[in-house]
């Protein structure tokens, strides 16, 4: 599985982006994808989750601002991020899960993405 993320850029406080990853190769094994975020001099957090059935979870930080979906037909997950704030600032990095019938689990990540919001 390969993972290509885009759309970070610098934004004002308040304003939006939308992240793309999208996957490629034994997409079709994946069980759940997940962006995670890694601000300077913190810890890789995980910000949203969205799994095969579509159920979803988020970062208690992020509740009602960011969105995370999927469209299958292009094997791409978005995460909409809205009302951004200055600590959103970090790189994106997009993750997914396989698990393969034998239980045997595998971690794909791509490329992180910069997102800066400006005060």
């Known amino acids: 599985v390969q993972l290509q993320a885009s759309g970070g850029g610098l934004v004002q406080a308040g304003g939006s982006l939308r992240l793309s990853c999208a996957a490629s190769g034994s997409s079709n094994s994946i069980n759940a994808m997940d962006w995670y975020r890694q601000a300077p001099g913190k810890q890789r957090e995980l910000v949203a989750t969205i799994r095969r059935g579509g159920s979803t979870n988020y970062a208690d930080s992020v509740k009602g601002r960011f969105t995370i979906s999927a469209d299958n037909a292009k094997n791409t997950v978005y995460l909409q991020m809205n009302s951004l704030k200055p600590e959103d600032t970090a790189v994106y990095y997009c993750?997914?899960?396989?698990?393969?019938?034998?239980?045997?689990?595998?971690?794909?990540w791509g490329q992180g993405t910069l997102v800066t919001v400006s005060s």
């Open positions: 993750h997914a899960i396989v698990v393969l019938i034998t239980h045997e689990k595998y971690d794909y």
